[in-house]
C-alpha cells in the first residue's frame, strides 16, 4: 500500500514566501482536498507535488523513501494544471493517444478512445484541438488521467470550464480511482463531492503578518535584505 | 528509446500538419540570398565571389528563425511539463525535438543551396563541397539553437533576443563552412575545413542537448 | 604646453581615447550610484508606506475585503 | 491579527517563529548582511585606492613615459587600450566561474555577482575596441580589420551584450539570472573556439604581415604605467561591482514589499 | 430607454452551426443568463453580441437599428472574455486607467482608482501586472466595465477564478449597473445571483442533429462533433 | 487623435518599461552585417565594395523580425479585442502601433548604420546618404511589415510564410535604399532614388494601415 508525504514544505516564489510548515499525507484509496482563496498557494503545492517545483524546504516521500531526485515519480503521478497541452492540429484522439503511449499504456488509442467514452465526449474524437470549446478541451485535458495508468492524480482546479453533467462524472473517476486503490490531490473553488477527503487550508499555512513585516523590517533597518 | 521515436514522430507530424511550417524555413533561406542581386548589384564576378558567404549566412539565419519555435508551443501549452513529468529524461527530449526540426527545415536548405549557387553565378566546382559542408553544419546549427531556444522559453522579444544570444556562437561553423567551399572554389583540399565542421557537431551532439536540458527544467520551475 | 596637448600631430587620437574611457568609466559609476540611490529611496518609500497600509489591510480584513483570505476563512 | 490564527509558526510564538523564517530565507543569500557589512568596509579603500592609483597611472602615462621611437605619442593609447583588452577577459572568466558556482552550489550571491559584473565588463570590453581603433587609424591607415585579434574582442563583446539581453528579458529576475548562468557557461566553452576559428580564418586570407600586435618589446617605463592603470581597472571594477550587487539586493528587496503589497 | 435584441441568429464556427435560429432580448435594466452545457455556443454568442464574430445569418439590433456595420457599437458595450489584456510590466492602475482613458473618462486615473476600490483591491494599485495572482487579476479585469461608462455589459464566465468574497461584490456591482438603467449578458457554469434575468439555454438552440449530420458528413465522414 | 497619442505612448512605455527590448533589434542588425566578414572573408576592398547592399539588407531583416511581434502580446493577452472595440478607428491603431514600434526600433538603426559602414571599410562619401536614406526608408519598412505583421495574426497556419510574402515588397525599399549609396560612392546625384524612396513611403502611410486593419479584423473573428 504506497504512501505519499510530504513534511514541514515551504515553497517560496519569486523571493516570497507562499506556504511554510506545512505536512500532508495520502495513503493508498485516500484524496486530499486543497482549498483557500486565490494566491493561497494550491497550484504551488501541487506542482510541488508533481515535482516540477522544488520546495525551498521540507521533504516529499513515496513509502518513506524521498521522491525528489526520484527518477521514478514521474511515472507515478498524472498531473492536469491550468494549461491543457492540447495541439490545434491534432485530433482529440491524436492528443490523447499520445500521452497514453508515452505513459505506457499498452494499447495508446484503444485507451484514449475509451477515455473519452468515459468522459462523456467520444465525438470530439476526429475533431482537430482547435474546434474545442472550453469544456470541451478541459474533458480531454482530464481523459489523459484514464489513458494511462497512474497511482496518485494530481488535479489543479479541474472543475473549471466543466458543466454540472461533467462534474458529476468526474466525481465518479474519482471514486472509481479510488476505490482501486488509487489516491487524489484537488484543488478546487467550486463544489465537489470528494467523500472522505482530507482537508487542507492552505491560507493557514501562509505565513503570518508579523512574519513578513519583522522580514521587511530588520532586513531594511540596518540593510540586512531580501526575503 | 520507445518514446523518443514517438516523440519524434509527433513532432514531425505535427509539422507536415501544419503543412508551411516546413517550408517556411526554405523560404527564408531562398529569399534572403534572392536580395543579394538587389542590395549588392547585379554584377557576375562579385556575386560569385561573395555566394559562398552569402549562402551561409542565410542558412543561418533561416536556422535560427526556425529554432525560435522549437520548444515554444510545447513550453505554451503544457506539452512541456508533462513531457518533463514522463519517462523519457530530459535529454532525450531536446535530442528528439532537434532532430525532428532538422529533418523538416535542414534538410530542405541542404537541397534548395546548389540552387541558389547557381543563381549567384558560383563555380560548379564548390557545389558538392556546399551540399557536404551544409549537411555536417546544419545539424551543428540546430543543436547549438536548440540551447538559445530552451533559453529564451518565456523571455520577452523571444525571437531577435535568440539571435543575439546563438549568432556568434554560430560564427565558427560560418568560418569553416564557408572556408570548406572557399577552398574548393580555390583549388585548395576543404578537407581540414570539413573535419573541423564534424568535429563541431561531434561537440555539440553531447553538449547541446545537456546544457538545452539544464535550461529547459529551469523554464519550467 | 600646447606640444603638449598636440600629441606629436596624434591629438586626435588619443585624447578621445582618454576622453572616451573616462565617459564610459565614469558614465558606468554614476549610472551604479544613481541606481544605487534609485533604489534606496524607493525602498524608503515603500516601507514609508507599510506602517500606513497596515491598518488598513486590517479594517478591510474585518469587513470581509478582497484579498480573500477571510473569505476563505468562511469556507474553511 | 485573523491570519495567524492556526498556523503552527505563530501559534508557537511569534518571536521565534518569525526569526526562524528569517534565517531560513536570509540563507538563501548567504547572509546579505554579513555581505553588505563586508563590501561597506572595502569600499572606501577600493574606492581610495582607484583615485590614487589612476592619478599616479595617468601622470606616468601621459607625462612620466616617452612616446615610442615608432609610433611617437599614440602610444600612449596603450595605457588605456591594454588594461581594458586584460579587464574585458578577466571579467568575463570571473562571470563564468560564478555562473559555475551560481548552478552548483546554488550560491546567491556568485548569480548577483555575474549579473552586476557584466555591464563593466561589457564597458571595459567598448573602451578596448574603441580606443584600438582610434589607435589603428594613425597606426594602420583604417579604422578596422578584421584580424582575428580584433575580431574575437568583438564577439566578446557580443556575448556580453547577450548575457545582459538574457537576464533582463525575464518578467522575473531569477529566471534570467538562471538562464544567464546557463548562457554564460556555453559561451566560456565556445570561447577558445572562437579563438581558434577565428585565427585560422583570419591567417587564411590575411597575411599577419600587416599587423603585428607585439611592437617593440615594452620598456620598463612603459610598463610601469601600463601596471599602475591596469591595478586601477581592477579596483575600480571592485567597487562599481560592490555597489551594483548592493543595488541588486536592494532591487530584491523592493519586489519581496512590492508582492507582499500585492498580497493585501 | 435603449432595446438591444437578437433575431434569428446563426453561428457557424469552423463550418459546424453552433446554435441557429436564436432570439434575445434585453432591455434597459435587464440581464441576459447563458446557460447550456460545454460547447453550447455561450462564448460564441457573447462575441457576436460584441461585434467581434458576424452571425452567419440573423441581425443584431440597438434600439431597433442594425448594430453590425454600426461604429458605435463598440463604445456601447463592454466586453470581458477570457483573456484578460493586463500588461505584466504596468501597474494595475496604469492598466486600467489606459483602458478607462480609451472608453472616454473623464478622469481615467480617478476613475481607475475607483474601480479597484469598488473591487475591493485598492491595495494592487502599485503593483506591476506580472505580480498578481490568478483572483486579482480577474478582479482587474471586471474593474474595467466601471472604470468607463457603457450601458452593455458583456461577460463569458466572469466567476472563474474569483474566490467566493469577490463573487458577492460582483453581484452587487451587477445590480446597481442594472438599477442605474444598465444591461448585463453573461454566461456562467456557476451559481451566480441575477435577479429577474431572462434564462437563455443555448443547448435549446442546437441545430437537430439531422442539420448537423448534412453539414458535417463532408467534413468529416460520419464522426459527427458538436456537444 | 488623443486615443492615438495615447495608444502611442502606452506602447512606447512598454517598450521602455520592457528595458532591452528597444536594443534588441539594433542589436540584430550589428550581428547580420557582421557576420558577412566571416562568410566572405576579411578582404577590406570586397567588404567595401558590398557594404550598402548588406547593410541594408540587414536592416530588412533586424524590420522583419522585430515587427513579427508588432500586434502579437496584444492579440494573445486580448488588448487587440478591447482596442478594435474602442472608440479609435482600426486604422489608427495599426499606425499608432506602427509609429511606436518605430521610434523604438527604427531610429537606433539609423544611429547605427554609420558605426557598421566603418567595420565594412565603406568609403566615407557614403555615410550621409546611408543615414538619409535608411531615415526615409525604415519607416516605410515599419508600414509594409505591419501588413505582414497583421496577417502572421490571421492565418494560424500560414502565418510566418504569409509575413516572407512580405519581403518581396520590401524589394523596392531595398533596391532603392542601396542604390543611393551606390550613386554617392560612385559621385553620382543619389537624389533620384531618394525621391522614389520617399514616394515608396508616401504610399505606404495610408495604404499599410488599411491593409494592417483589414487583417486584424479577420484575425479577431
Ligand atoms: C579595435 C582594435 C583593437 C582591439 C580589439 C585590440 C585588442 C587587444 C587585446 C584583446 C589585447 C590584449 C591581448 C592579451 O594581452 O592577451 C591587446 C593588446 C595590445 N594591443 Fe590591441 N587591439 C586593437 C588595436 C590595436 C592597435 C591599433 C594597436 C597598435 C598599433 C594595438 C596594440 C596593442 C598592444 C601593443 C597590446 C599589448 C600586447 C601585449 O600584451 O603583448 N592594438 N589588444
Ligand atoms: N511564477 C511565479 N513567480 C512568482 N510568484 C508566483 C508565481 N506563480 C505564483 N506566484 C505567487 O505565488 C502565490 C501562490 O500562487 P498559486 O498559483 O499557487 O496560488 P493558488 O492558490 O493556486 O491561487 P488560485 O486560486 O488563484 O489558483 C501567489 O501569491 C502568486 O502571486
Ligand atoms: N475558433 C473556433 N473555430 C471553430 N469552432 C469553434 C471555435 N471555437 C469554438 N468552436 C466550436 O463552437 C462550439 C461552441 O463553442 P463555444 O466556445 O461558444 O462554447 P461554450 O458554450 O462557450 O462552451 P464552454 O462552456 O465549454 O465554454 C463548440 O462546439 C466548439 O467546438
Ligand atoms: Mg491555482
Ligand atoms: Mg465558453
Redesign the pocket.
Given at each position: 500500500m504506497p504512501v505519499f508525504s510530504g513534511t514541514d514544505l515551504t515553497c517560496l516564489r519569486g523571493d516570497r514566501l507562499v506556504f511554510t510548515g506545512l505536512d500532508f499525507r495520502v495513503e493508498s484509496g485516500g484524496a486530499l482536498l486543497l482549498l483557500g482563496p486565490n494566491g493561497s498557494g494550491k497550484s504551488s503545492l501541487l506542482r510541488v507535488m508533481a515535482g516540477l517545483l522544488r520546495p525551498f524546504r521540507g521533504r516529499l516521500a513515496w513509502d518513506d523513501a524521498a521522491s525528489e531526485d526520484d527518477d521514478q515519480h514521474g511515472g507515478r503521478i498524472h498531473y492536469v494544471g491550468h494549461l491543457d497541452a492540447v495541439k490545434p492540429v491534432l485530433t482529440a484522439l491524436e492528443n490523447l493517444s499520445f500521452w497514453a503511449s508515452l505513459g505506457g499504456a499498452a494499447d495508446p488509442a484503444g485507451a484514449a478512445m475509451a477515455a473519452l467514452e468515459r468522459l462523456g465526449v467520444p465525438h470530439i474524437a476526429g475533431v482537430p484541438g482547435r474546434y474545442l470549446s472550453a469544456g470541451q478541451k478541459r474533458r480531454l485535458t482530464l481523459a489523459r488521467v484514464l489513458a494511462a495508468p497512474a497511482p496518485l492524480w494530481l488535479l489543479d482546479e479541474p472543475t473549471v470550464a466543466l458543466d454540472r453533467a461533467a462534474v458529476r462524472l468526474l466525481e465518479g473517476i474519482l471514486a472509481e480511482h479510488r476505490a482501486g486503490g488509487g489516491m487524489v490531490a484537488l484543488s478546487t473553488h467550486a463544489d465537489i463531492a470528494l467523500p472522505g477527503a482530507a482537508e487542507l487550508h492552505l491560507d493557514h499555512f501562509a505565513p503570518a503578518t508579523g512574519d513578513d513585516v519583522d522580514l521587511d523590517s530588520d532586513a531594511n533597518g540596518d540593510g540586512e535584505a531580501a526575503a | 528509446m520507445k518514446g523518443f521515436l514517438r516523440l519524434v514522430a509527433r513532432d514531425l507530424r505535427l509539422a507536415l500538419r501544419q503543412g508551411s511550417d516546413a517550408t517556411i524555413a526554405v523560404m527564408f533561406f531562398v529569399l534572403c540570398v534572392v536580395l543579394f542581386p538587389f542590395g549588392v548589384g547585379p554584377e557576375a564576378n562579385i556575386l560569385a565571389r561573395i555566394a559562398a558567404g552569402v549562402i551561409w549566412v542565410a542558412a543561418l539565419l533561416a536556422s535560427l528563425l526556425s529554432l525560435e519555435r522549437l520548444f515554444l508551443t510545447d513550453y505554451e501549452d503544457g506539452s512541456l511539463e508533462l513531457l518533463a513529468l514522463s519517462r523519457i529524461p530530459m535529454e532525450a527530449v531536446v535530442l528528439a525535438k532537434t532532430l525532428a526540426h532538422w529533418l523538416v527545415t535542414g534538410v530542405p536548405l541542404i537541397v534548395a543551396a546548389p540552387i541558389l549557387a547557381l543563381l549567384l553565378n558560383m563555380e560548379a566546382a564548390g557545389f558538392g563541397v556546399l551540399v557536404l559542408a551544409l549537411a555536417i553544419g546544419t545539424p551543428a546549427l540546430s543543436l547549438i539553437g536548440s540551447i538559445g531556444a530552451a533559453l529564451t522559453l518565456g523571455a520577452r522579444r523571444g525571437g531577435v533576443l535568440l539571435s543575439l544570444l546563438i549568432l556568434p556562437l554560430y560564427i565558427p561553423v560560418l568560418i569553416f563552412g564557408a572556408g570548406a567551399i572557399d577552398a574548393a572554389l580555390n583549388a585548395l583540399s576543404p578537407r581540414p575545413h570539413l573535419l573541423l565542421l564534424a568535429g563541431l557537431l561531434a561537440a555539440a551532439l553531447p553538449l547541446a542537448p545537456l546544457a538545452g536540458a539544464a535550461a529547459l527544467r529551469q523554464a519550467l520551475e | 604646453m600646447a606640444e603638449f596637448f598636440a600629441m606629436g600631430g596624434y591629438a586626435w587620437y588619443v585624447w578621445p581615447s582618454y576622453g572616451i574611457a573616462a565617459a564610459v568609466l565614469i558614465g558606468l559609476l554614476v549610472a551604479s550610484v544613481r541606481g544605487l540611490r534609485g533604489q534606496e529611496t524607493t525602498l524608503k518609500a515603500l516601507e514609508g508606506a507599510r506602517p500606513r497600509r497596515r491598518p488598513r489591510a486590517n479594517t478591510g480584513n474585518g469587513t470581509g475585503d478582497a484579498a480573500g483570505r477571510p473569505a476563505a476563512g468562511v469556507e474553511g | 491579527m485573523p491570519k495567524t490564527v492556526g498556523s503552527p509558526i505563530s501559534s508557537a510564538s511569534r518571536p521565534s517563529g518569525s526569526s526562524r523564517l528569517d534565517r531560513t530565507v536570509m540563507h538563501r543569500f548567504a547572509n546579505p548582511a554579513r555581505f553588505l557589512r563586508l563590501s561597506a568596509a572595502i569600499l572606501p579603500w577600493s574606492a581610495g585606492a582607484t583615485v590614487v592609483l589612476l592619478i599616479v597611472g595617468l601622470y606616468l602615462s601621459l607625462f612620466g613615459s616617452p612616446p615610442d621611437y615608432q609610433?611617437g605619442d599614440?602610444v600612449r593609447?596603450?595605457y588605456i587600450?591594454?588594461p581594458a583588452?586584460?579587464m574585458?577577459?578577466f571579467v568575463y572568466t570571473n562571470m563564468a566561474i560564478a555562473a559555475a558556482v551560481g548552478l552548483v552550489w546554488k550560491h546567491p550571491l556568485a548569480d548577483l555577482f555575474a549579473k552586476a559584473a557584466a555591464p563593466v565588463g561589457a564597458g571595459f570590453t567598448a573602451v578596448?575596441?574603441?580606443?584600438?581603433?582610434l589607435?589603428?587609424a594613425p597606426?594602420?591607415g583604417t579604422w578596422?580589420v578584421w584580424?582575428a585579434?580584433?575580431t574575437?574582442?568583438?564577439i566578446l563583446f557580443f556575448l556580453y551584450l547577450g548575457y545582459m539581453a538574457l537576464v533582463n528579458a525575464f518578467d522575473s529576475p531569477e529566471r534570467g539570472i538562471k538562464a544567464g548562468n546557463v548562457l554564460l557557461l556555453v559561451g566560456i566553452v565556445n570561447v577558445p573556439i572562437i579563438k581558434f576559428s577565428v585565427d585560422w580564418w583570419n591567417t587564411l586570407h590575411q597575411p599577419s604581415s600587416v599587423i603585428r600586435?607585439?611592437?617593440p618589446t615594452?620598456d620598463s617605463t612603459m610598463l610601469w604605467p601600463l601596471l599602475v592603470m591596469a591595478l586601477a581597472f581592477t579596483t575600480y571594477f571592485v567597487s562599481v561591482v560592490l555597489l551594483r550587487v548592493k543595488a541588486e539586493i536592494l532591487a530584491r528587496r523592493i519586489q519581496t514589499l512590492r508582492l507582499s503589497e500585492a498580497q493585501g
Open positions: - | - | - | 609610433q599614440t593609447i596603450m587600450h591594454v583588452a586584460w574585458s577577459l578596448c575596441l574603441i580606443t584600438g581603433s589607435w589603428g597606426m594602420w578596422w584580424d585579434r580584433l574575437s574582442v568583438l600586435m607585439g611592437g615594452i
